[in-house]
């Protein structure tokens, strides 16, 4: 097993606490602006909107790397795995125009 696997793996056991009536998943973000793979553990309390989030690891841009890696992630849990890609950024709404709050 790779080290960068060993690595996510620890930090997953140590997040991954199955507390009674949470969510968790997993997020993996294709990062293209810093040209990396981030993986994520998101979790949830039972009808709360505050999502906690779990830095796991952060490796290079190299798919055989990200294959493997993944691979042992999947041997390791069955938990949902949620994927993004930076160059299909989803728009969060309209633009603001006039922020009293911040004064601009």
């Not at 993986?39 to 493997?68: C, G, K, N």
Request: with cysteine; aromatic share 14%.
């Amino acid at each position: 097993m790779l080290a960068e696997s060993k690595q996510l793996l620890a930090n997953f056991d140590r997040y991954f606490l199955r507390r009674y009536q949470w969510r968790y998943h997993l997020l993996i973000v294709d990062n293209h602006f810093f040209d990396c793979f981030t993986f994520f553990l998101q979790a949830q309390r039972l009808h709360e909107q505050l999502i906690h989030s779990y830095d796991l690891l952060e490796i290079p841009h190299q798919q055989e790397l990200y294959q493997q890696v993944l691979t042992d992630l999947k041997q390791h849990t069955a938990l949902r795995i949620e994927f993004r890609d930076t160059h299909h950024l989803v728009h969060p709404g309209t633009d603001i125009v006039h922020d009293v709050n911040h004064g601009h």
